[in-house]
């Protein structure tokens, strides 16, 4: 049997392999694409264009990518019929081919299909999405010093709510679940009191593993280790002071990690005060130690004070000698914010942050939400990355209201290729775009989501007029 059913891959080229999680380059790897819905059919064309430009002037034809063209959303269901929106052949190039790149793919709201996007992610357990959020120099945005917000954000990307384990508020088996909760599960708990689920609820299931956390939080470790000086910081990001048993334990299997499998490496933020404190005061006893870490420690019950000295001893004992004296400095500091607060701090205090790995829905906000503070959603790329796959795609949708008007910015997209060479380890073609997306902004050619904001506003570029703005800078 054929191994597609209305695809033919291309007849040069290889696939890309992965060995232990890694991938196995090729000088001429097939890599699946998925044009997009909406304003992808003008961002991928832009997107191919620059891409294939910094290859060719890279490697002088030694290295080329065989472009595969697969289908999802909309242009799916026009060759594989009604509802085909991601049909067989697509997730089979992908397992076949390892990388892929996409546009995005629109999901309604409320009933209906559910997100095409979510559904690869989950389909290859992409369980990283990595979302850089950078500024170029010249672009325009709401900050008064947008150059300091350098973060890349690390969204778990296969549990949490976006699992879609759910019920409607009128579905027979939600119903159920209701009751079952209400006379159930919720009295046998013992403190959850007179809580109820009111009658007319939808339910929705939030499950977070030690496994899914620990093996994401890991990837951005990773990822910090490759970094230098301050940027060797990894901000758990949780709202575990509400929910204890989701986002509250991310933070504590985060901390886990860093002081178990990374402890060679990892230092905490409370451990680095208390070897801080004793660096600048050698004498500093135990006790007051444990006194400046922990605000209020004067008014804590005899029991809460003990368990703070305790704290500090146990630090002292156990890191003192391979971290103290200031080796610390240079390994990876793991602290924790609360989700609600770290929307401030990258804001007033963006210089100060470098990954922030979060839970599947507080990553999806806060990076829409730091690409605003470095020129919009136009200029947001991402990766999604598991052990066996990875997909390249933009942080943002399908911006219909601009779609088929060479008018959208393709950066996002573009951007995204440059996470997929540096992948592939093609760092010079990666290079060149970054070389000549920097230059094209420096010189003001940028569509109109960053010519609006210019101070005096520019004439746009359209978004085809940019990838060729992009490819002449090279
Ligand atoms: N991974 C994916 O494929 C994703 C898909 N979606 C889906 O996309 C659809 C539309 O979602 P929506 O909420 O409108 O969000 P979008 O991200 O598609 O667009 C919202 C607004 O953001 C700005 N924007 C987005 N992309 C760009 C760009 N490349 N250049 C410049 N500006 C841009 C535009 O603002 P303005 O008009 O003010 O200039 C646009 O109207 C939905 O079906 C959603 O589910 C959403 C997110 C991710
Ligand atoms: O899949 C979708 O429609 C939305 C997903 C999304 O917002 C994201 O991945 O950031
Ligand atoms: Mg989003």
Not at 102 to 118: A, D, E, F, Q, W
Not at 273 to 300: F, V
Request: glycine share 10%; proline share 6%; hydrophobic share 40%.
């Amino acid at each position: 049997m054929a191994q597609f059913e209305k695809l033919s891959p291309p007849s040069q080229g290889t696939a890309i392999r992965f060995v232990n999680g890694q991938p196995v380059i090729p000088n001429e790897p097939i890599i699946p694409f998925i044009r997009g819905d909406g304003t992808g059919v003008d961002i991928w064309p832009a997107t191919q264009r620059v891409l294939d430009a910094a290859v060719t002037k890279a490697y002088q034809g030694v290295r080329r990518i065989e472009w595969f063209k697969v289908y999802a959303g909309d242009e799916a269901c026009d060759l594989y019929g009604t509802y085909q929106y991601l049909p067989e052949d697509t997730l089979e190039a992908i397992r076949t081919y390892g990388v892929a790149i996409k546009g995005p793919l629109t999901t309604p709201i409320g009933g209906g299909i559910r997100s095409l996007n979510v559904a690869l992610r989950q389909i290859f357990d992409l369980y990283s999405c990595v979302r850089p959020c950078r500024y170029y120099k010249g672009t325009p945005s709401p900050h008064k010093r947008p150059q300091d917000l350098d973060v890349i954000v690390y969204r778990e990307n296969t549990e949490d709510i976006y699992m879609g384990v759910e019920w409607e508020a009128d579905d027979p088996v939600g119903k159920t679940l209701r009751e079952h909760l209400n006379t159930v599960v919720i009295p046998a708990n013992g403190k959850l009191g007179k809580r109820q689920i009111p009658e007319g609820s939808g339910i929705g299931i939030k499950p977070v593993s030690k496994h899914g956390s620990q093996r994401h939080i890991r990837k951005a470790i990773q990822h910090a280790l490759r970094l230098k000086g301050d940027k060797r910081h990894v901000t758990l990001v949780h709202k575990g002071n509400i929910m204890k048993f989701t986002e509250g334990a991310f933070r504590d299997w985060g901390y886990e990690l860093a002081t178990s499998e990374f402890r060679d490496v990892c230092i905490t933020e409370r451990e680095s005060w208390i070897l801080g404190n004793l660096e600048n005061d050698p004498q500093l006893s135990i006790q007051a130690n444990a006194r400046m870490i922990e605000p209020g420690y004067d008014s804590l019950t005899p029991e809460r004070k003990a368990s703070i000295d305790a704290e500090v001893h146990g630090v002292l004992d156990a890191i003192g000698t391979s971290h103290g004296n200031g080796q610390w400095k240079a390994m990876v500091l793991v602290d924790d914010r609360i989700a609600d607060s770290i929307f401030q701090q990258i804001q007033t205090r963006p210089q100060e942050y470098s990954i922030l790995a979060t839970l599947n829905l507080n990553g999806d906000y806060i990076s829409d939400a730091a690409a605003a503070m470095v020129g919009g959603l136009g200029m947001a790329p991402g990766a999604n990355i598991g052990e066996n796959a990875a997909i390249f795609e933009a942080t943002h949708g399908t911006a219909p209201k601009h779609a088929g008007l060479d008018r959208i910015n393709p950066g996002s997209v573009i951007l995204s290729g440059v996470m997929m060479l540096e992948f592939l380890g093609w760092q010079e073609a990666a290079d060149l775009i970054t070389k000549g997306l920097s230059a094209a902004i420096a010189n003001q050619q940028v569509t109109y989501d960053l010519a609006r904001l210019m101070d005096p506003p520019v004439d746009p570029v359209s978004c085809s007029g940019f990838s060729e703005a992009v490819i002449s800078h090279f």
